[in-house]
C-alpha cells in the first residue's frame, strides 16, 4: 500500500458526462500529480500541484482540469466525455515539487460508454 | 520534447534466467531517472538514480544510470514468477517547459516456471 487513496476504483459513465476523480496523497507528501493510462499510450503525465498550486501541465485536455485543497487532496474533472477517455487514471504524490520518488494510487478505472 | 524509450518491449524468461532491461533517454535539464514495476494496477516504486555509475541494489534488483550515454540497465537476477510484470522507466526534465515525468512505453517481463 503505497499511502495514496483514489476513489473511485471504478466508474462507468455515458459520452458528454462530466465525472470528478479524487486523490488523497500520502501524509505529507505536497505534490500531486496525475496520469492517464491508456493501452496504446502508456502513462501520460496530466498536470501536477505542489502545496495548491499548478506547478506542471503536460499533455491535458481543455475539457479537463484539477485542483488542489487546502487539505492536499487533489481532484480531477473530466467534462463532454468522449469514448476515447477510457483509460486508467492514477494518482501519485511526492514530498517535494521534484526530484524525489513519486507513489502511486491504485488508479481510477474510467469507462466512457 | 523529453523522450524515453524502453528495449525490449517484451521478454518472457524462465525462473532463475538473468535478464537485463534496458532505457534510453533524450531530456531536457535532466533531474533523474526512476524505474517502477507494474503488475496490475499502480506503478511501484524501484529506484532513482541521479548520479553517473553508481549502482542502486536492492535484493535481485539493480540498475544504474549513464549519464554520458543517456541510458541506464535494470538487472533481475535469479528470476522468479514473481518478478513477472511491467518494467517502467521515467526520466524527469524540463523538455516541456517545466520538470515533470516522463515515461517509457514499458518492458513486458514474464518469467515462466
Known amino acids: 500500500d503505497s499511502g495514496v487513496t483514489q476513489t473511485p476504483k471504478h466508474l462507468i459513465t455515458a459520452t458528454g458526462q462530466r465525472v470528478t476523480l479524487r486523490c488523497s496523497p500520502r501524509?505529507?507528501?505536497?505534490?500531486v500529480y496525475w496520469y492517464q493510462q491508456s493501452l496504446d499510450q502508456g502513462l501520460q503525465f496530466l498536470i501536477q500541484?505542489?502545496?495548491?498550486?499548478?506547478?506542471a501541465k503536460g499533455n491535458i485536455l481543455e475539457r479537463f482540469s484539477a485542483q488542489q485543497f487546502p487539505d492536499l487532496h487533489s481532484e480531477l474533472n473530466l467534462s463532454s466525455l468522449e469514448l476515447g477517455d477510457s483509460a486508467l487514471y492514477f494518482c501519485?504524490?511526492?514530498?517535494?515539487?521534484?526530484?524525489?520518488?513519486?507513489?502511486f494510487g491504485q488508479g481510477t478505472r474510467l469507462t466512457v460508454v | 520534447e523529453d523522450k524515453v524509450v524502453q528495449s525490449p518491449l517484451s521478454l518472457v524468461v524462465h525462473e532463475g534466467d538473468t535478464v537485463t532491461l534496458n532505457c534510453s533517454y533524450e531530456?531536457?535539464?535532466?533531474?533523474?531517472l526512476l524505474w517502477y514495476k507494474q503488475e496490475k494496477k499502480a506503478p511501484t516504486f524501484l529506484f532513482m538514480l541521479?548520479?553517473?555509475?553508481i549502482e542502486k541494489k536492492s535484493g535481485r534488483l539493480s540498475s544504474i544510470l549513464d549519464k554520458k550515454e543517456l541510458f541506464s540497465i535494470l538487472n533481475i537476477t535469479a528470476t522468479q514468477t514473481g518478478d513477472s510484470a511491467v518494467y517502467l522507466c521515467?526520466?524527469?526534465?524540463?523538455?516541456?517547459?517545466?520538470?515533470?515525468?516522463?515515461f517509457g512505453k514499458g518492458t513486458k517481463l514474464s518469467v515462466i516456471p
Open positions: 501519485a504524490s511526492s514530498a517535494t515539487g521534484g526530484g524525489t520518488e513519486a507513489f
Open positions: 501524509s505529507g507528501d505536497l505534490s
Open positions: 500541484y505542489y502545496n495548491g498550486e499548478e506547478r
Open positions: 531530456v531536457t535539464n535532466f533531474r533523474s
Open positions: 541521479t548520479s553517473s555509475g
Open positions: 521515467a526520466v524527469e526534465g524540463s523538455g516541456a517547459g517545466s520538470y515533470q515525468l516522463t
